[in-house]
């Protein structure tokens, strides 16, 4: 099991440009997140899915889109890249009781000048 | 509303001592608590959770967790520290709505001096 893996790790954006953070789990779960990580703020969650064709808006959807047509993917979009967007994003997925454990990334960290 | 504090931003200890990181929760139905660890560039990885049963959960690494309903707290405990458990440290609360999200603490950053 690969577990969660993300991609690309790190990545530089200019102003106005735009990506796609991709998100692939291999544990057949349900439920995946994206969450952003800013110094000293913790996680806060972007968009989540409780399964394929499936998605809701987090705490700071704002710039950002998502997609899930199947269970392992989960892509991030960023259309318009701002320098408020530079930050650490995290996936995440866990299987269906909310007690199970949210697995994590490994991250990609980017940064828009 | 539902919330996670870690009064601690940054804890410095020795090698060897012990180490206690606070984390006070508030949330109105039973909540399902966990602990993560950071290490530098690296994602987030489980060190324990509580969601029922005895209050005193052990986690890998050595830690260990107290749930403590009537103080609002899930103290995080070690009582040998290794240079090796120098990273940041989150606690977090799951909630029933947005998917069953998690709620993060700010975080507590662990120093070991040798």
């Known amino acids: 099991n690969a577990g969660v893996t993300q991609t690309p790790k790190f990545r530089i954006l200019k102003i106005g440009q735009s990506m796609t953070l991709q998100c692939t789990q291999d544990?057949?779960?349900?439920?995946m997140y994206w969450y952003r990580q800013d110094p000293g703020m913790g996680l806060k969650l972007i968009y989540y899915?409780?399964?394929?064709?499936?998605?809701d808006k987090g705490e700071v959807p704002n710039g950002y889109n998502v997609s899930r047509s199947t269970t392992e993917d989960f892509p991030l979009r960023l259309e318009l890249a701002a320098p408020s967007q530079t930050s650490v994003y995290f996936c995440?997925?866990?299987?269906?009781?909310?007690?199970?454990?949210?697995?994590f990334g490994p991250g990609t960290r980017l940064l828009v000048l | 509303a539902q919330s996670v504090t870690q009064p601690d931003i940054h804890i410095t200890v020795s090698e060897g001592a012990s180490l206690e990181l606070r984390c006070n929760y508030s949330?109105?139905?039973?909540?399902?608590l966990f602990w993560y660890v950071q290490s530098p560039g690296q994602g987030l990885q489980l060190l324990l959770k509580?969601?029922?049963?005895?209050?005193l959960v052990q986690g890998i690494k050595g830690f260990e967790a107290e749930f403590k309903r009537s103080q609002s707290s899930f103290n995080l405990r070690k009582p040998s520290v290794h240079w090796s458990d120098a990273a940041e440290y989150f606690c977090?609360?799951?909630?029933?709505?947005?998917?069953?999200?998690?709620?993060f603490g700010q975080g507590t950053e662990l120093s070991v001096k040798p």
């Open positions: 949330y109105g139905a039973t909540p399902y």
């Open positions: 899915s409780v399964g394929a064709g499936i998605t």
């Open positions: 509580y969601f029922s049963g005895d209050t």
């Open positions: 995440a997925s866990r299987d269906t009781q909310y007690q199970e454990t949210q697995y």
């Open positions: 544990m057949n779960h349900n439920y």
């Open positions: 977090a609360v799951v909630v029933y709505n947005q998917g069953g999200k998690l709620i």
